[in-house]
Structures are given as structure tokens and as C-alpha cells.
Nanobody
């Protein structure tokens, strides 16, 4: 059973930075898609970024140039470095994963099979 545990959320002022972490366990497949998505109250889930087992990264337009996704294969930890944060980035952030050769797109990261419990990010103006 794949398990994901997020950490690193918090409150920052606009323009600040945060790094989210997601400890991943329970998978053995050499092919996978890992990602982050977010959800604000009253809004639909929104994909943010993905990285696949080949190391390819993809981002949605709203975070390109500001967010960076990475996967430390030794520590089995997924990261999301968020810079130049804006109030509209305020949301619960979830990491997600799916094993095997799957379609790995940032816009579809909310549809990956496994997800964590989420970590809250609040950006104040």
C-alpha cells in the first residue's frame, strides 16, 4: 500500500517562500508519476506539478517559474519549492502518486491513485 505524508505548510507573506515535503513509502514499481495538487475552500481541485520516473517535470501555467518539483529517490521524498508566493496560492496542498506507466500531466495530478492528507499553505497580502 502506497502511503504519502506531507509536511512543510504554513503561513507566509506574499513574495515569500515555502518548501513542502512528502514522504512516500510502500511502492516498488520503477515507473511512476508523482505530483502535487491543491484545493481552496469552495473551489475545485487544481493540479500544480508532476515529476515522472524519468525525471521529467511539468507545471500548470499559474505556477511556472515560481514553483519547482523534485523527487529525492534515495530518501523517497517528493518536494515542492514554492517561491514568489501570492495570496491566490493559498490552499490545502496534497501530494499524489500513481505507479506504472501512466499519463503524467500537471493538470491531472489530482486524479492520481494515491494521495496524502494535505498540508495547509496560507499566503497573506
Amino acid at each position: 500500500q502506497v502511503q504519502l505524508v506531507e509536511s512543510g505548510g504554513g503561513s507566509v507573506q506574499a513574495g515569500g517562500s515555502l518548501r513542502l515535503s512528502c514522504a512516500i513509502s510502500g511502492y516498488t514499481d520503477s515507473s511512476y508519476c508523482l505530483g502535487w495538487f491543491r484545493q481552496s475552500p469552495g473551489k475545485e481541485r487544481e493540479g500544480v506539478a508532476v515529476v515522472d520516473s524519468d525525471g521529467k517535470t511539468k507545471y500548470v501555467d499559474s505556477v511556472k517559474g515560481r514553483f519547482s518539483i523534485s523527487h529525492d529517490k534515495v530518501r523517497n521524498t517528493l518536494y515542492l519549492q514554492m517561491n514568489s508566493l501570492k495570496p491566490e496560492d493559498t490552499a490545502m496542498y496534497y501530494c499524489a502518486a500513481e505507479m506504472g506507466r501512466v499519463v503524467c500531466r500537471a493538470t491531472l495530478s489530482a486524479d492520481l491513485a494515491y494521495r496524502g492528507q494535505g498540508t495547509q499553505v496560507i499566503v497573506s497580502s
